[in-house]
Structures are given as C-alpha cells and as structure tokens.
Antibody, heavy 120, light 110 residues
Framework: QVQLVQSGTEVKKPGASVKVSCKAS????????ISWVRQAPGQGLEWMGW????????NYAQNLRGRLTLTSDISTNTAYMELGSLRSGDTAVYYC?????????????WGLGTLVTVSS | QSALTQPASVSGSPGQSITISCTGT?????????VSWYQQHPGKAPTLLMF???KRPSGVSNRFSGSKSGNTASLTISGLQAEDEAEYYC??????????FGTGTWVTVL
C-alpha cells in the first residue's frame, strides 16, 4: 500500500532553516510528483509547492519563493522540503502528499505531518 | 489570488443532508474542472474525498457527492453521520501549476 513517512518534529530558531523528509513506498516513486502543504496552528491548509520526481521540475507558491526549496532522491524514494529564513509564522504542521497533477490535479495520499516550531 | 471561500461552519442532524460551498474566481474554480475535497479530523492528516469536482476515490462513501456551477463548487453529505463531524477543505488547480485551498468548513453533527 502507498505510504508517505515523514521525519520527526523540529524546533528551530528564527532565521534558521529546516529540512523535512518524506519517504515514499508502495508505488513507483518517479511516476508521481510530490506537493507540500502546511497548516499553522488552528488554521487552514496552505499549498506550498510541488516537485516532479521524474525530472526535478518545481513550482512554488508565490509567498514562499526564495525561501522554499523542494528536492527529491529517486535512489532512496525520498522527497525533501527545505524552508529558510524561518520566522514565527512558519510554525506549522508540514505535510507531503502525492500529487496527481496531469490526471485530475489532486492529492491522493498524505504523510502524517511534521511539526515545525520556530521559537527563540 | 488567495484562498477559496468556504463557510466557517455548517451543521445538521443525523440523517440530514448538508452542502458546503467553495467559491473561487474565473481563474481557478471557474476555469478548470479540477476541484478536490478533503476531510480532516482533529489532529489527523487530510484525506481525499472527491476529485475532478464529482469523482469519488474508491473507499469513499457514496453519501458524499460533488458539483460545480460557475465559480462555485459544492460538496454534499447525505445521510449525515456522527463520524462526518470534521473539517472539510476544497482545493482548486489555478493554472500556472499552482493550487489554492479553501478556508475550511467545520461540520457539526447535532
């Protein structure tokens, strides 16, 4: 069965960077892209960006361009989300999701989420 | 562009039907038949309920149905059950390889 297993909780200081991993199993990793979605405490879902695992192409939400970097490693079936210049407003649960872009444009499997806390 | 607009909350009694609206613009909801819906219970990850506006993934109850008219998509839950109490989010492809989520709707089963 399809699974997306994310790395554990992170606590970072303002100005630092965080890198969250998302290890996929149960399907051919290179056949689907990965999107990242975050959810601040008590708030709604925010789409952050997408990476094509096949060719490494990326798209980022406008408000995160310049701070967000998405990468993937086919050899380990792992996608990564790195967010830099962290601020308190980046405190959130970060989810990875398999992106069915090009065949309906939706997210059919989600990781359990990684809590990132930004605090001095 | 910003988040799609959903009512903050909707409620209904067991067995009743409720509808959640999701209003966007002519550049997202109105431009594409690519609205998806997600259910999120507190403390849990979202799960897919509907894609391409009205298609249910396997395993999702047929009590859930979707539709779209103009710039507004809708999710209807029929035969409301206690387990349906959760947050519901719409999401639309918005061109230029971007997505926007709705503001979220909390469904209360009275």
């Amino acid at each position: 069965q399809v699974q997306l297993v994310q790395s554990g909780t992170e606590v970072k200081k303002p100005g630092a960077s965080v890198k969250v991993s998302c290890k996929a199993s149960g399907y051919t990793f290179s056949s689907f892209g990965i999107s990242w979605v975050r959810q601040a405490p008590g708030q709604g879902l925010e789409w952050m960006g997408w990476i094509s695992v096949y060719n490494g192409n990326t798209n980022y939400a406008q408000n995160l361009r310049g701070r967000l970097t998405l990468t993937s490693d086919i050899s380990t079936n792992t996608a990564y989300m790195e967010l830099g210049s962290l601020r308190s407003g980046d405190t959130a649960v970060y989810y990875c999701a398999r992106d069915r872009r090009g065949s309906g444009s939706y997210f059919d499997y989600w990781g359990l989420g990684t809590l990132v806390t930004v605090s001095s | 562009q910003s988040a799609l607009t959903q009512p903050a909350s909707v409620s209904g009694s067991p067995g009743q039907s409720i509808t959640i609206s999701c209003t966007g613009t002519s550049t997202d909801v109105g431009a594409y038949n690519l609205v998806s819906w997600y259910q999120q219970h507190p403390g849990k990850a979202p799960t897919l309920l509907m894609f391409e506006g009205s298609k249910r993934p396997s395993g999702v109850s047929n009590r859930f149905s979707g539709s779209k008219s103009g710039n507004t998509a809708s999710l209807t839950i029929s035969g409301l059950q206690a387990e349906d109490e959760a947050e519901y989010y719409c999401c639309s492809y918005a061109g230029s390889a971007l997505y926007f989520f709705g503001t979220g709707t909390w469904v209360t089963v009275l």
